[in-house]
């Protein structure tokens, strides 16, 4: 750090000199002119860096974590399409095929612990291909889901989509079933708890700004309900433009 100060002084603060000087420290170069405010020249230096450097590195990961941290969501977005080869598809391993990369999870499922259920990807069941994802009810009282099953997607500002999803339950019984979620403010119908053969289900909603998360939740009515039991299942998220 005390090495980048001095030369980023010297060259009066000029990012090409400070890049030709310090050729083998890109990522720490990435990261020093994002803390100088030089988001765009920090980027460009990202995208310089090989792809399995930055995989293999978590650095590469905080480095995203501060872009979308200080408001840089879509430059985030783009740098990271481009680690995982991917095209920019608005829903993202939506048939959960691909392997989620714990680290690098920024706009891929989030999946994290929850108290009163178990979520896994299931390699037995599917609507389509070979993978789902599946959600075992514990049997614990007032179930909730809330920012345990996530996704942020980029979209057009002011547009209109149709967001449609498969699903299925087993031996489902529960006060309040799961429903998908659009940044809080567009809520899918709830699931049949009847569906074991499996259901399509969709539902609109205008983009109210230029990213929205995907959320699966369960929001309890009262304070106290009973528990919730059985298995669901979800599958193949799609994402296009509503008519």
């Known amino acids: 750090q005390a090495a980048l100060d001095l030369v980023w002084a010297a060259s009066g603060e000029n990012p090409a000199t400070l890049n030709a000087l310090v050729p083998k420290a890109q990522l720490e170069l990435a990261h020093f002119l994002f803390q100088k405010s030089r988001v765009p020249e ?3 230096i990202f995208r310089q860096i090989p792809r399995d450097e930055l995989l293999a590195d978590k650095e590469s990961s905080s480095y995203l974590n501060r872009l979308i941290g200080g408001g840089h969501t879509a430059i985030a977005h783009d740098l990271w399409l481009g680690l995982m080869k991917g095209d920019p598809s608005l829903v993202w391993n939506g048939g959960f095929e691909s392997n989620i990369l714990l680290d690098f999870a920024q ?13 896994s990807i299931d390699r037995d069941a599917a609507h389509s291909g070979h993978r789902s994802l599946r959600i075992d009810f514990l049997g614990r ?3 909730r889901l809330d920012k345990e099953i996530t996704q942020t997607i980029r979209v057009n500002k002011g547009a209109r989509y149709r967001l449609r999803y498969y699903y299925k339950s087993s031996d489902f019984v529960a006060p309040q079933a799961p429903r998908v979620v659009l940044s809080d403010t567009v809520i899918s119908e709830t699931i049949m708890k009847d569906a074991e053969g499996g259901q399509e289900q969709s539902v609109e909603f205008v983009a109210e700004n230029d990213f929205v998360t995907i959320a ?4 309890p009515k009262f304070s106290y309900e009973d528990p919730t039991h059985g298995t669901v299942w979800f599958d193949d998220f ?6």
């Open 107 to 119: 706009f891929d499922w989030s999946i994290q612990p929850n108290n009163y259920a178990q979520v």
């Open 141 to 143: 009282e007032t179930t």
């Open 238 to 243: 799609e994402i296009d433009a509503a008519r």
């Open 42 to 44: 920090s980027a460009a």
């Open 216 to 219: 699966i939740k369960v929001q």
